[in-house]
């Protein structure tokens, strides 16, 4: 109470933030008064006055930072570099804060300026993709309100129709004036490319350059001169993939974006949310196929689905006997518990199966399945009772176990198919055995080793396909089009055509509906989009739903939210929700709403949570002859025609989650029946006097217009979605602008939200009210739970994007690690050089410590060991150290640092002479051994990281907490991963040789693995370096397969040679949003070992490191 009254007297929080900027907007009205009476050219010009001031503030700071980094590149001494990144990483903030005080102070000029432009434009005839339009826009003063708070790095919750598209013109302009670059992300292409030629008009009036990311292809010039505009709109898929390809790159030309400097996001919560779950991923190639296995397991496990459906239907044949018993024998506990038991039984084994659903109505069998469910898991027994199940599903959890049954179904003569050793018991029984040489002893681990292998990828096959038949439907989670499965997103309802599941569910999916399954897939590089746009030095976004995530933007991204106040009041009215029993009745009252609108002229849009139910109420609609439209994943081709048609009165669409589209439904004539609204005269327009409506009270009641409105967009609802944020999106889709129109929601009990989420409620809810088949609900009761079951399922999702981030996080820390060294190479230099030396110097330290161990007394240390070992891996010579057949003994070398001093000695001697030798190619030798050992690297790490993140949750069975265990492991593989990144890179350049130019061969084409490309000579494309230019090659890696082209020679050279695309760069890659064409499947000549089976040669160790090390004898 008290609470609400301090809100009544002090107002909001967002209307105290609207009052806080109204001044802002005054100044701005101040400055446009001034600016009514300039030229043309004088208002054009006020773009070169502003960064003239921007400029005197900011360019000594800016000057001293880039002296700093030019300073820095040509010095050799690490702690000179060190001391020069530190101070750079001071100065840059102050460069950041001193420009933002002055965009401040030119904020209220700036933002009148675009005012003023806007406002000449009007009437000006101008080209939209391809439609002729004419400008009609000028910013409002809520506009301006929405701009203000862009600036300032919030978010700008704007109801649908505020004109979000004009009001980011403003803070775009004010942010790009420094020249570092503004971004625009929208959700899809369309919008983008929109967008950018749209409100491009604006920018190009007052002097600026836009750019559209989406307009041009990955990796061109055209795509760099985008990011080179003051201005650049694009997806986000586009600006987080391009981020990872600059950091796929072997030549710094070839980098495409510059800094993070400022980015608003539209529809903000569905790119940060909705899209967070889901990290950005380009992948390449495996080196196994068992692409075979998942189609010959199919059989098997579509045969298990079957049988457990048999299974479940005699349950629930069983429940209902027992039902009729509990019924009739009043009093008989025994029996009501059976009854829960077969019950939940069936629930566990198959939770859609229709009798489940009807028998779960009558009155206390809920109830009673809830009682035995908590009974068995308080005494830990559900895996007892689940064990005459073949497999049990968790919807919730999305999970499916196999039972011990179910394997016995699938392998019924041989019960140890499935079962996995344990390997570290079998290795220490070997280990034990002293019957067994050293070699047999390899041998029986690599068998052992192998098995477990085959049986794990079995295992994990079966589990991936039951997945897919138990917990995937068609047309609700993909749909399947030219024969290939593509996914549906569950927020948009869209199709995202080259996304794929990972892990092999995808290739799963694909073996159920009996279509090409394609190969799997390894990560090369990822990120998540939380950890992308934390980038960016200031960031904001604007959307219709925010307030609802206001706490999760706050603790990921620091972002505050700010309720924008309409320019006019919303006129829609939002009815309560109505529930019915079952989707039967739900259908037929729906039907017959649509049908009384439909009569009446209105326009109606349904909104539906799949293309399954989108398709069900158009055959319903079909029978009953009313011509609608469908807008869903199958039909979005022709999305802007459907929008376009959905204002026509008593037109009816049928959209599949239409929040986000980006597009408004403008109401034709006819439809809106007042010029000014009775509901709308309630209240003023913002910063208006109240207007004097075309209806007094008592007729407004008279026509419905507070309850049933007889004009408008009329929105029903198919049922609720899991967010409480995607249900306030469908109905912002009416009402935009002050036009009248309602909302109205029809749920039944059957739905999933229900279902999983309010079980125990309902049930109870249910059996005080003692509904009836037909009967309407409309209990407060039900409106709350169905609040709070929303509340629950968006507090899960949030948990489940924030437990990602979490694990993203360590993985962040070493993606920037390894980006900042692959920079290195890139920019070359002395820097560069510097950074080659240390890690040979701690190569060679590192194989000092193994020989010469601290703890070593000075006879036990094996210099002669030491003296082989860099002789062999580094081509080092270290005459003074002894043979292992010399007279002279480690004694000689007292002092261990002398012998240390000496080995780092012989290796910088060693790094001189090959730079030398090297000569003017020095530095792009250096770059690409650099590159090409750091990507073969982080690649292999990426993919470690990937297992060991799949098996980290096991961890919490032994009462640890799973990502503290993925930290601490993840940073020992890391530090692993730099120790081997150092070894290899000083192995690989001291056994670099310079090589002559190869002689002229007679032209010829030649084919390639990849995109069609037409190649003459040596493989070159024409403009490519000459082959003289790859005048060199590391011993062990030119006749390698796994090696990448030096820099400067084109991809087409180096598919010629053998090159793979994960070498090559990232032109050839794939990635999980469907950019990029899929990777080339290389021509195979015999069965090929993966990088990390089992090497065959027996000795247990891993293939690449053993005999798939560059430089290691063949098999």
């Known amino acids: 109470m008290i609470k609400q009254a301090v809100t009544n007297f002090l107002g909001t929080k967002f209307e105290r933030d609207v009052r806080k900027i109204q001044p802002i907007v005054d100044e701005i009205h101040r400055h446009e008064d001034r600016l009514k009476h300039f030229g043309e050219e004088e208002l054009q010009a006020q773009t070169e ?28 001494s690490a702690s000179d570099r060190e001391r020069m990144a530190m101070q750079i990483g001071q100065l840059e903030p102050e460069l950041h804060t001193a420009t933002q005080e002055v965009l401040d102070e030119l904020l209220p000029e700036a933002y009148a300026t675009v005012r003023e432009a806007c406002r000449r434009l009007m009437n000006k005839d101008i080209v939209v993709r391809g439609h002729d339009m004419q400008w009609d826009m000028v910013p409002y003063d809520v506009q301006l309100i929405g701009g203000i708070v862009l600036h300032q790095g919030k978010i700008a919750e704007m109801a649908t129709g505020e004109g979000k598209t004009l009001v980011a013109t403003m803070p775009l302009y004010l942010n790009a004036l420094p020249g570092r670059g503004a971004h625009l992300v929208t959700v899809n292409d369309y919008l983008a490319k929109r967008d950018s030629e749209w409100m491009g008009t604006v920018f190009e009036y007052l002097g600026l350059s836009v750019g559209c990311l989406d307009a041009t292809e990955p990796g061109t010039a055209e795509r760099r001169a985008a990011y080179e505009c003051e201005i650049t709109y694009g997806t986000n898929n586009e600006f987080g993939f391009d981020y990872l390809r600059d950091n796929m790159v072997h030549g710094l030309a070839d980098r495409v974006q510059r800094s993070h400097n400022y980015a608003i996001i539209d529809e903000v919560d569905s790119v940060l949310i909705d899209e967070a779950r889901t990290p950005l991923i380009i992948s390449g190639p495996v080196g196994r196929e068992d692409n075979k296995r998942y189609g010959e397991f199919n059989a098997q496990v579509s045969g298990l689905a079957r049988k457990q459906a048999r299974l479940v239907n005699a349950l629930l044949a069983e429940a209902e006997e027992l039902l009729g018993r509990a019924e009739g024998e009043e009093g008989d506990q025994d029996a009501w518990y059976q009854l829960g038991e077969k019950v939940l039984l069936a629930h566990r084994g198959m939770p859609k199966n229709k009798k489940l659903a009807k028998l779960l109505q009558e009155p206390g069998v809920r109830k009673i399945m809830q009682r035995v469910e908590a009974d068995y898991m308080r005494e830990k027994r559900l895996h007892e009772l689940e064990e005459d199940l073949l497999y049990s599903m968790d919807e919730k959890g999305h999970q499916v176990h196999l039972t011990d049954q179910g394997l016995d179904t699938l392998s019924p003569k041989d019960h140890e198919a499935f079962v996995v050793p344990d390997l570290s018991q079998v290795f220490h029984e070997i280990e034990k055995d002293e019957s067994l040489s050293t070699d047999e002893k390899r041998a029986k681990i690599a068998v052992q080793e192998r098995e477990y292998a085959e049986k794990s990828e079995k295992i994990h096959i079966i589990h991936q396909l039951l997945k897919a038949h ?24 869209r199709k995202m055509a080259g996304r794929r599941w990972s892990d092999g569910l995808h290739q799963a999916v694909e073996a159920k509906e009996a279509v090409t399954v394609r190969g799997e897939t390894q990560t090369l590089a990822t990120i998540t989009i939380q950890n992308y746009f934390r980038m960016y030095d200031k960031l904001a976004g604007m959307t219709g739903t925010a307030e609802t995530e206001e706490g999760e933007f706050h603790e990921i991204y620091g972002l505050e939210v700010v309720v ?12 309560d929700d109505v529930v019915y029993k079952t989707k039967r009745e739900k259908y037929a009252a729906l039907l017959d709403e649509i049908e009384r609108n439909h009569t009446r002229g209105l326009p109606i849009l349904v909104g539906t949570t799949s293309v399954d139910t989108s398709e069900t109420v158009s055959r319903m609609l079909r029978r009953r002859g009313i011509k609608h439209n469908v807008l869903n994943a199958k039909y979005h081709e022709r999305e802007a025609e459907i929008v376009l048609q959905a204002g026509q009165p008593g037109a009816v669409t049928i959209a599949t989650n239409m929040a986000g589209r980006g597009t408004d439904i403008k109401l034709a004539a006819g439809v809106v029946k007042c010029s000014v609204c009775a509901i ?10 109240r207007e004097e409506a075309d209806l007094d009270g008592a007729r407004a009641n008279e026509f419905g217009c507070n309850d049933d409105p007889p004009c408008g967009l009329v929105i029903l609802g198919t049922e609720r979605h899991d967010s409480r944020r995607i249900d306030r999106q469908l109905r912002g889709r009416s ?11 029809f749920l039944s009990l059957e739905d999933d939200l229900m279902r999983l989420f309010m079980a125990e409620r309902l049930a109870k809810i249910m059996d005080k009210l003692g509904a009836e088949e037909g009967e309407v609900i409309t209990h407060p009761w039900v409106t709350k739970a169905i609040e709070r079951a929303q509340k629950r399922v968006e507090l899960t999702n949030f948990e489940a994007r924030k437990r990602l981030l979490e694990y993203d996080d360590v993985m962040n820390q070493q993606r920037e690690v390894i980006y900042d060294l692959r920079l290195f190479a890139l920019e070359g230099g002395e820097d560069l050089k510097g950074e080659v030396w240390d890690m040979i110097r701690d190569a060679v330290l590192t194989r000092f410590d193994e020989y010469v161990p601290e703890t070593e007394h000075e006879e036990r240390w094996d210099l002669a060991g030491l003296k082989n070992r860099l002789l062999l891996e580094f081509f080092l010579h270290c005459p003074e150290l002894p043979d292992e057949n010399s007279l002279d003994t480690a004694l000689e070398w007292e002092d261990r640092d002398a012998v240390a001093d000496y080995a780092v000695e012989r290796a910088e001697t060693a790094f001189k002479k090959k730079l030398e030798d090297f000569g003017e190619e020095a530095e792009r030798i250096l770059s690409y051994i650099f590159l090409y050992t750091v990507d073969e690297k982080w690649k292999d790490h990426l993919y470690d990281l990937d297992q060991l993140k799949a098996g980290i949750y096991f961890r919490a069975w032994g009462q640890k907490d799973p990502l503290v265990e993925y930290k601490k492991e993840a940073y020992e593989m890391f530090v692993d991963l730099m120790g081997d990144i150092r070894t290899t890179l000083a192995d690989r350049l001291f056994k670099a040789q310079m090589m002559p130019p190869q002689p002229m061969r007679t032209p010829r084409i030649t084919r390639v693995s990849g995109p069609t490309l037409d190649t003459t000579d040596e ?24 090696a990448g082209p030096p820099t400067g ?50 000795s247990g160790r891993k293939y690449k490191k053993c005999h798939g090390r560059p430089g290691s004898p063949p098999l």
Not at 735 to 745: E, N
Not at 1020 to 1040: K, L, M, N
């Open 49 to 76: 006055k502003f960064r003239r001031v921007i400029h005197e503030r900011t360019h000594e700071l800016a000057e001293k930072i880039a002296e700093l980094k030019e300073t820095k590149k040509r010095t050799e």
């Open 1019 to 1042: 493989g070159y494309a024409p403009g490519a370096a000459a082959p003289a230019a790859r005048g060199f090659a590391p011993t062990g890696v030119a006749a390698s397969a796994q």
């Open 1049 to 1098: 020679v084109s991809d087409a050279a180096a598919a010629a040679a053998g090159v793979p695309a994960a070498a090559r760069g990232p032109s050839t890659l794939v990635t999980n949003r469907g950019e990029g064409p899929a990777p080339a499947k290389p021509v195979s000549t015999g069965d090929k070992v993966g990088r990390n089976d089992p090497c065959p040669c027996g």
């Open 735 to 745: 009402g935009r602008q002050g036009d009248p129109g309602s909302s109205l929601f």
């Open 470 to 493: 138990t917990l995937f439907e068609r047309d609700t989670d993909y749909v399947v089009e030219n024969g290939q499965v593509i996914i549906v997103d569950e927020f948009t309802g």
């Open 680 to 689: 709308d005269a309630q209240q003023p327009s913002f910063g208006r006097f």
């Open 564 to 575: 924008i106040p309409t320019n006019r009041p919303v006129r829609r009215i939002d009815q």
